[in-house]
C-alpha cells in the first residue's frame, strides 16, 4: 500500500556501519540527494548505528535527534570526510613499517575519499538527471562564497622573512579586477567582502579608489550587503587615505609585529620604515577606524608574543590577532611556548577588562586550523588560485599550480567554486602526495596539529568564562 505523505513525515532515518565505510558513505550520500530535492524530508532524524570509529561517531552524535537540514548534512558530510582523510595522513606519517594491514586500511580510506572527494558536484550532477531545475537547489547545495581576495600587486617594499608571496613585477589591471568584482556579485550570499590583498595593497591605491567606485556601482542592481578589506603593512597608509578608508567602513588589518617588527620584516632598500608606521598606527586608533593588528609569531619569535601583545595595548590598539606563522615546522617546545604566551595573554584580557581588549583569537572568529581555511583567491593576472593558509608559493613553487580554481575570464558564475575544509585539506594531501614531498607532508600534519591543539584550548577557555559568567548570577 501507498504511504501516505502525514505516515513519511516525523521518520527516522536509519544508518547502520557494520563496519563497511563505503556502504556507510552511500547511505549517507542517497540521503543528502533526498535531503535536497525532498521538501519535506525536514521532518527527518538520523539515527546512526554501529559505528566503530570514535571519531565519526563523535561527529554523527552532532545531528543525532535534530531534524535534517542541508547545512548540517553538508556539514557533517565534509567534516566526516575530513576526519577520514587525517586519519589517513596519520597513518602514512607514523607507520613504519609498511605491511598487509597498513595497505589493506589505505586502500579502505582511499577508496572512500577518492570516490567522494568531489561529494558536491557527484550531488549535483544526479539530480540535474531528474530534471530538476538547479535554481531550486544549487544555493543551498553550494552555499557561495563570502569573501574574495584580490591580489592587486606582487611588490612590496618589505621582505619579511616568513612572507609566502613571491616578488615581482605583477599588476592587477583594471579589467582583471573589475571581472573579479562582477564575479563576487555572482554569489548566493547577501553578505559580501572584498579583500585587497598583495604585496602591498597600497601601492595600487588608485586603482583599490577605482574598484570600489565599481563595486558601489553594481551594487545599487544588486543590493547586498558589502564591506571592504584591505591587509596592509602600514608603510604607505596616510591621513588622508585613512579617512577614505573610514568613509568606506573598511576593515583594516594592519600587520605589524613590534618589538621583532624589524628583525623579521626588513625593509627591500634598507630603509628605516618604522616611524612611518607609528605615525599611521597611532592615526588608525585616533580616526576610530573598524581595524585589527597583526602580529606574526614565528618559532623564533614565539617567546616575545605576551610582550609584543602589551606592547600594542600600551600604543592604545584595542583588537589584536595573533597569527602563527604556517609552513614552518613547530616542535613540541616552541608549542608549549606558544600556548603559555597566549594563556598569559588571555589572563591579561581577563583581569583587565576595562581596558575593552578584542583579541580575535579568544572570541572564536579565527577558525583553528587555519591551515585548513580556505577562501578564493583572483591573482594579479587574473587567475583564481585556492587561498589556504598554506598556499606556500614562495617556498613551494609547484604548490600553486596544484591550488589552481580556473581563469576569471572563462568563469560566469562563482558559486560551485566555493571551498570546504575537506576540499583544501584534499588539496594539500595529493601535492606532497604526489611530490612525495614528505618534509611538507610533516610540516602541513605539524601545523594543522598546532591548529587542533589551539582550538581546544581556546574552546576550553570560552567554556570556563561562559562557566564562571553563569556562576556569578
Ligand atoms: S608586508 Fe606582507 S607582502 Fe610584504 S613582505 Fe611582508 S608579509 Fe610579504
Request: with cysteine; charged share 25%; glycine share 4%.
Amino acid at each position: 500500500m501507498q504511504q501516505t505523505l502525514s505516515e513519511e513525515l516525523d521518520k527516522t532515518l536509519i544508518i547502520d556501519y557494520t563496519d563497511n565505510l563505503d556502504t556507510f558513505f552511500q547511505k549517507l550520500f542517497d540521503i543528502g540527494i533526498k535531503i535536497l530535492t525532498d521538501r519535506y524530508l525536514k521532518n527527518y532524524k538520523i539515527e546512526f548505528q554501529n559505528i566503530q570509529d570514535l571519531d565519526l561517531l563523535i561527529l554523527c552524535n552532532y545531528i543525532k535527534n535534530t531534524y535534517l537540514n542541508t547545512n548540517s548534512f553538508l556539514n557533517l558530510f565534509d567534516n566526516l570526510l575530513l576526519v577520514l582523510l587525517y586519519q589517513k595522513e596519520v597513518l602514512l606519517l607514523n607507520t613504519k613499517n609498511k605491511n598487509e594491514s597498513f595497505y589493506s586500511e589505505l586502500n579502505r580510506l582511499n577508496f572512500v575519499l577518492d570516490k567522494y572527494s568531489n561529494y558536491r558536484g557527484l550531488i549535483k550532477n544526479k539530480i540535474l538527471k531528474h530534471n530538476i531545475s538547479p535554481n531550486s537547489f544549487m544555493p543551498k547545495l553550494y552555499g557561495g562564497i563570502n569573501r574574495l581576495v584580490v591580489s592587486l600587486t606582487h611588490s612590496c617594499q618589505l621582505r619579511c622573512r616568513y612572507c609566502r608571496v613571491r616578488k615581482f613585477k605583477g599588476e592587477m589591471t583594471e579589467n582583471v579586477l573589475f571581472k573579479a568584482i562582477d564575479l563576487l556579485f555572482t554569489s548566493f550570499k547577501k553578505d559580501l567582502q572584498l579583500q585587497f590583498f598583495g604585496g602591498e595593497p597600497l601601492l595600487k591605491y588608485n586603482l583599490i579608489k577605482r574598484g570600489i567606485k565599481y563595486a558601489n556601482v553594481l551594487n545599487k542592481k544588486y543590493k547586498k550587503n558589502l564591506t571592504y578589506i584591505l591587509t596592509t603593512n602600514g608603510i604607505a597608509l596616510s591621513k588622508e587615505k585613512l579617512s577614505y578608508f573610514k568613509k568606506l567602513y573598511f576593515l583594516l588589518e594592519f600587520s605589524f609585529d613590534c618589538k621583532t617588527q624589524l628583525k623579521n620584516r626588513p625593509s627591500k632598500d634598507g630603509t628605516d620604515y618604522y616611524p612611518l608606521i607609528f605615525k599611521n598606527l597611532k592615526w588608525m586608533t585616533k580616526l576610530n577606524i573598524h581595524y585589527c593588528v597583526i602580529s606574526v609569531v614565528t618559532p623564533d619569535t614565539v617567546s616575545s608574543t605576551f610582550s609584543n601583545f602589551k606592547y600594542l595595548i600600551n600604543l592604545g590598539i584595542r583588537k589584536i590577532q595573533i597569527n602563527y606563522s604556517l609552513g614552518v615546522f613547530w616542535n613540541k617546545s616552541k608549542i608549549k611556548c606558544l600556548i603559555s604566551e597566549i594563556d598569559r595573554i588571555v589572563k591579561f584580557i581577563e583581569k583587565n577588562k576595562f581596558l575593552g581588549i578584542e583579541f580575535i583569537n579568544y572570541n572564536g572568529n579565527r577558525r583553528e586550523p587555519v591551515a585548513l581555511n580556505a577562501e578564493l583567491s583572483v591573482d594579479y593576472d587574473g587567475i583564481i588560485y585556492l587561498e589556504a593558509g598554506l598556499s606556500l608559493e614562495q617556498n613551494f613553487l609547484k604548490m600553486k599550480n596544484d591550488f589552481f580554481i580556473a581563469d576569471s575570464k572563462k568563469v560566469t558564475d562563482i558559486n560551485t567554486y566555493s571551498p570546504t575544509r575537506f576540499n583544501t585539506f584534499y588539496s594539500l594531501s595529493k601535492i606532497y602526495g604526489s611530490s612525495k614531498n614528505e618534509k611538507l607532508r610533516r610540516i602541513i600534519m605539524n601545523n594543522i596539529n598546532l591548529g587542533i591543539i589551539l582550538n581546544r584550548y581556546f574552546l576550553k577557555k570560552r567554556l570556563m568564562h561562559c562557566e564562571n559568567n553563569r556562576t556569578a548570577f
